[in-house]
């Protein structure tokens, strides 16, 4: 059987760019020309179906994390290195910025969108004033908090070894994300994806820079605390597997002493038993079998 070859490192980073990328165009280019506040339904479906055809593409290839928040919890969880994680959120970054590009471009030509930093503002995510539902700060960032743990939850949980519909990860991780963004798009355009967050405030107005960092902490604090749940069972499972040893161990020990005790009882009651017999005993050899001397013993004895 050939051995499986894992891709290399810029394999993986170009499959996070592009995949990213994807995500953007997809995820921001419909709620763009469909008025997302009246209607969120095609915009959310159309980001948890791009999440699931990404996933499906290039999922062999980087793990299909797509998402800052998904690479923080798979890093917290302990399935990737810091150098490797920080490498996927700079390649998503980077995909994100230019799927952004590329729908900045489209828009300028449309005449009848004479700024098209005013369209990215209906789509960006903000809190207060630039919210759809002028939700406070506290409430998108709940929010914000709240999606990304369930959607890195889902993530690492299909995505475990142990788990043996692995091959539905895709199809999972895209409903979950489809029904978060309706509720998201129905708060503040919460994206739980700081990659995407980050490149609609690019080209929105001043406002969204200056929010931006609530839809980084959120989602890291969310991914940080599904990922270390998943450690946690982790880390449950290496302990019941080392307590069973240590109880295997503790009852192979109570065993062995068992057996060294009935050996003295035998030994004991053999001496008090063959008091009479002396001769016959030194006679006998010392095999160290207590059964063989037991059955050899009677030949011993003289007519």
């Known amino acids: 059987m050939t ?78 290195g810091i150098a490797a994680a920080a490498a996927y959120i700079g390649a998503q970054l980077v995909g994100a910025a230019a799927g952004a590009l590329a729908l900045f471009g489209i828009l300028r030509t449309v005449p009848s969108i004479p700024d098209p930093r005013t369209a990215f503002d209906t789509v960006t995510a903000g809190f207060g004033e630039h919210s759809v539902i002028q939700t406070s700060m506290a409430g998108v960032l709940l929010v914000e908090v709240l999606g990304a743990a369930l959607l890195v939850a889902v993530f ?14 895709p199809f999972a991780v895209g409903l979950a994300f489809a029904v978060l963004l309706q509720l998201g798009q129905a708060l503040g355009n919460a994206p739980f994806n700081p990659a995407r967050a980050t490149a609609s405030a690019l ?36 302990r019941t597997a080392a307590l069973d040893a240590d109880h295997s161990d503790d009852e192979a020990d109570a065993g062995s002493d068992l057996a060294d005790d009935f050996d003295d009882d ?20 010392d095999t160290g079998d207590e059964a063989r001397d037991f059955f050899d013993a009677p030949r011993t004895k003289q007519p």
């Open 266 to 285: 035998v030994d004991e009651k053999t001496a008090a038993g063959t008091t009479t017999a002396a001769p016959v005993t030194a006679a006998a050899p």
């Open 203 to 238: 080209f929105s107005s001043s406002w969204a820079l200056e929010q931006l960092w609530l839809f980084w902490v959120a989602p890291v604090v969310g991914a940080g605390i599904a990922g270390l749940v998943f450690r946690g069972f982790s880390d449950a499972r290496v």
């Open 156 to 169: 690492l949980g299909m995505t475990a070894r142990r788990n043996t519909n692995a091959a539905a990860a």
């Open 3 to 80: 051995p499986e070859v894992r891709p290399g490192l810029l394999s993986r980073l170009g499959a996070e760019a592009f995949g990213t990328l994807f995500l953007v165009v997809a995820g921001l280019g419909v709620p763009l020309f469909t008025l997302p506040q009246s209607n969120p339904l095609p915009g959310a479906l159309a980001g948890g179906l791009t999440v699931t055809a990404a996933m499906l593409a290039f999922g062999y290839i980087s793990g299909g994390h797509f998402n800052p928040a998904i690479t923080l919890g798979n890093l917290v969880a302990g399935r990737i």
